[in-house]
């Protein structure tokens, strides 16, 4: 491993060693990939990185919306005005203070790249933001929009930077510094080697007990393990991408040695994959492939023996514990002879002893991307591959990096693909609201025969004000997208963490993309 420094302190008397933990003062995690820009108003930063540095005004948790950096906050009558009442005692890392003009400036600043934001359907519903006294601040909505609290907790882009760093009024174009209010700043960076964070000993919430978390990059799998087992790293997590960056087996070799605790969430997510309905030259296209698809992978199987049972058999999009999502919906379970059935009534043949079904002189053939740095991944696509093969398809699998695989996504330059819902805080409402975003599933949903018919109900749940009426909206949406198999659910997912047996008070977030460092601290 590389002893690291930054540019600025490269002399030999400033070098600082990362090469090893210190196991009872520091966190040093793995990760696959360098945190990236922090810029929390875009998204190619680290979720985990910025979620130390940033915060929204309220937070989402188990029991509902809490407090965060609003005390508390009114509702007008029509749903269009929230007024939220600030802190007092809050200021940004570089000593400025946090007010309604701070508030003002960011929220102000997201909206001014509405394009970049169009997957969160509030981006689409802020009319204005209004200074009302320094600690008072109100946001004026074009519509009544219940998800409103929901999506102003997320990790990003609702969150706020010093007014300082913006460029020119603005964080579209980039932003000269990263600081936040949250409970660690960004100390020193050194891109794809490591990144340093330290307590913000000022913290409105008092300062953590852990004073440094350092992000080292690591290839996930074998490095990773051997980096864990000479103390170079401390610390392992999923990722904002849902990649673990060790199997199940080596995570358990870490237990049994002793020297390191497994926690894991309650489940968060659905893992599966997503099938670009709008790939009209692709078999992909046809619902009668997607659903052979569905029927021909064994979650059972994937469920024992490639997450050890620590991830359960997901049948639909959403488990029945997310809200609206307790819906009666046909179940798929692992059929091969039913998956070949299906392909043979719409006219997928093998002829002469072929392996590869054709149709109309067209091979049935497809690819599937997978996160290059998760090992799960990986094994379920070369799982899965073998399976296709078993009802005539032919499936060519490609490991990519997770950002390339995301432009995939937003492009629709893709056949199938692994990816993940957002998690108990966001769904259902920001995983569906996705299905009208070209950045996120819109190629996913508009091939489909329904596509217009999904839409316009997606439209009418947002700003319904109604409950009765959107259980009834979400559950003709989930009927629709299950019925056209365009999301094929694999397992539910949680979120792991490996750490050093002495590390106390591991929890949780709902956001799944986070963790709460500032809660924990060393025994």
Excluded at 148 to 176: A, C, W
Excluded at 392 to 405: C, D, P, R
Aim: glycine fraction near 4%.
């Amino acid at each position: 491993m590389l002893v690291a420094c930054s540019a600025e302190n490269s002399s030999s008397e400033k070098k600082e060693d990362h090469t090893a933990a210190n196991s009872e003062s520091e966190l040093i995690y793995a990760s696959a990939k360098d945190i990236n820009d922090l810029n929390p108003h875009l998204y190619t930063g680290s979720m985990p990185a910025q979620g130390m540095i940033y915060e929204s005004l309220v937070e989402n948790t188990e029991d509902g919306i809490k407090p965060l950096l609003a005390e508390t906050w009114e509702v007008s009558e029509d749903g269009k005005v929230y007024t939220f009442l600030l802190r007092k005692d809050v200021k940004f890392h570089d000593g400025e203070p946090f007010n309604a003009e701070a508030v003002k400036k960011n929220i102000e600043a997201v909206q001014n790249n509405a394009e970049k934001h169009s997957w969160i359907k509030l981006s689409s519903k802020i009319k204005s933001v209004n200074v009302i006294d320094e600690h008072t601040v109100e946001i004026v909505l074009s519509d009544a929009y219940y998800p409103t609290l929901v999506e102003l907790s997320m990790t990003r882009p609702y969150v706020f930077i010093s007014p300082k760093d913006f460029k020119n009024g603005e964080t579209k174009d980039g932003v000269n510094g990263f600081n936040g209010t949250g409970p660690y700043k960004l100390s020193e960076h050194k891109i794809d080697e490591f990144a340093t964070f330290t307590a913000n000993e000022d913290y409105w919430n008092g300062a953590p007990t852990i004073k440094k978390i350092t992000s080292k990059v690591l290839p996930a799998g074998e490095t990773t393990l051997l980096a864990l087992q000479k103390s170079e790293v401390n610390f392992v997590f999923t990722d904002d991408r849902g990649a673990d960056s060790l199997n199940v087996e080596a995570m358990n070799q870490l237990e049994d040695s002793g020297d390191y605790q497994i926690v894991r969430s309650e489940p968060m997510n659905t893992k599966l994959i997503v099938a670009n309905s709008s790939r009209a030259d692709n078999p992909i296209s046809e619902t009668a492939v997607r659903e052979a698809v569905w029927y021909s992978i064994d979650r059972k199987t994937i469920s024992k023996d490639i997450f050890n049972d620590t991830e359960t058999v997901a049948n639909t999009l959403f488990s029945p514990n997310v809200n609206y999502a307790d819906v009666d919906l046909k179940k798929r379970d692992y059929d091969v002879e039913k998956a070949k059935e299906i392909l043979e009534q719409n006219g997928w043949k093998i002829e002469n002893g072929e392996d590869v079904r054709t149709k109309d002189g067209k091979e049935l053939a497809m690819k599937l991307y997978y996160d290059s740095n998760s090992a799960s991944q990986k094994t379920q696509a070369e799982f899965i591959q073998a399976s296709l093969t078993e009802i005539g398809v032919q499936l060519e699998i490609i490991g990519e990096e997770s950002t390339s695989i995301a432009n995939r996504r937003s492009t629709g330059d893709y056949d199938l693909l692994f990816n993940q819902t957002w998690g108990l805080a966001y769904d259902p409402q920001s995983t569906i609201a996705a299905f009208t975003s070209e950045a996120s599933y819109l190629h996913t949903t508009k091939g489909i025969d329904k596509a217009d018919e999904l839409y316009n109900k997606i439209e009418q749940v947002m700003v319904s004000t109604d409950e009765q009426t959107r259980k009834k909206l979400y559950a003709d949406i989930l009927t629709i997208v299950h019925d056209e198999a365009v999301f094929i659910p694999i397992t539910n997912g949680s979120v792991t963490v490996v750490a050093p047996k002495n590390v106390n008070d591991i929890s949780f977030k709902q956001t799944q993309f986070e963790l709460p460092f500032e809660l924990m601290n060393f025994k």
